[in-house]
């Protein structure tokens, strides 16, 4: 394989990690704007009945009946503290556009990649921190910690893709 023909295919590979990598973040986002919605639609998925009692189950399920109690007390008592997890979104949808800059141009933005591998490693503490703060139970941390790891290994990969267009001599497409 010619190095131009090499090049052209380190490109596409780092343009289709960072898409995936895009959609998940406005995906992951998106999902943080209807909650409570979310949250009727997984417990009748897992069979619960609609008016449960989060003290009659244990484990996911009673935790799971436990944040849609008070998703719905949050939204018939304090519909504003939803305008949080809005931003929440929001933030999510930045952070996504912010990677079009290395999808377009690796070599020049890899700033962007580093940071975000960086951002994925700290999910990591920060749940671990404040999880407990919150009354997150262990298992629910080891989700949001997935996160992390799940988002640093693409990241990885493209990472060290610009690092061969770098050791190749590319320094813009």
């Not at 995936?20 to 409570?36: E, N, Y």
């Amino acid at each position: 394989m010619n190095n131009s023909t090499h090049i052209r295919k380190l490109y596409a590979r780092i343009r289709f990690v960072l898409a995936l990598f895009m959609l998940g973040l406005a995906v992951s986002g998106a999902t943080a704007i209807p909650l409570a919605d979310e949250l009727d639609l997984l417990t009748q998925w897992m069979g619960l009945p609609a008016g449960a009692s989060p003290h009659a189950y244990a484990g996911l399920p009673g935790w799971l009946l436990t944040v849609r109690a008070a998703l719905r007390d949050v939204d018939t008592r304090w519909p504003f503290l939803f305008y949080g997890t809005d931003w929440l979104a929001f933030g999510h949808f930045v952070i996504a556009i912010a990677f079009l800059g290395p999808w377009r141009d690796p070599v020049r933005n890899v700033w962007v990649i580093t940071f975000g591998m960086i951002a994925c490693v700290l999910v990591i503490p920060y749940a671990l921190v404040f999880g407990p703060l919150r009354g997150i139970p262990f298992y629910w941390r080891l989700i949001d910690c997935a996160f992390g790891v799940v988002g640093f290994f693409p990241l990885l990969w493209c990472r060290l893709m610009v690092g061969q267009l770098e050791r190749r001599g590319v320094s813009a497409y």
